[in-house]
């Protein structure tokens, strides 16, 4: 079982920035690749980016990319999600997911993912 802990949502101007974290306890390690997806009211659950614990290995969704980035603190067993220039239009409960890996494919897909965090809300202000 792995357990994941998000922090760091809130409340932010347009412009602004924040960073997510998802602490991960349990039986973590190497053999998972760590997701960060996001949920808005009467939307499907959206894939914005995932990392691979052992090899840092990136990849992002067209819609993030050049401004959030992912991260991950071994040491801490954290996984990041720095997130700039945020519009209103990011405004979503933001969660973390764990994916046992059976390939070196990454997973954009919920179904995909095993373990989950319980979300943190992102709201951005116009």
């Known amino acids: 079982q792995v357990q994941l802990v998000e922090s760091g949502g809130g409340l932010v101007q347009a412009g602004g920035s924040l960073r997510l974290s998802c602490a991960a306890s349990?039986?973590?390690?190497?053999?998972?690749?760590m997701g960060w997806f996001r949920q808005a009211p009467g939307k499907e659950r959206e894939f914005l980016a995932v990392?691979?614990?052992?090899?840092?290995?990136?990849y992002y969704s067209d819609s993030v990319k050049g401004r959030f980035t992912i991260s991950r603190d071994n040491a801490k067993n954290t996984v990041y999600l720095q997130m700039n220039s945020l519009k209103p239009e990011d405004t979503a409960g933001y969660s973390c997911?764990?994916?046992?890996?059976?390939?070196?494919?990454?997973?954009?897909?919920?179904?995909?993912?095993?373990?989950w965090g319980q979300g943190t809300q992102v709201t951005v202000s116009s």
């Open positions: 349990g039986r973590t390690g190497s053999n998972y690749h």
């Open positions: 997911a764990a994916r046992r890996i059976i390939t070196t494919l990454f997973g954009t897909s919920p179904e995909q993912y095993n373990y």
């Open positions: 990392i691979s614990w052992s090899s840092g290995r990136t």
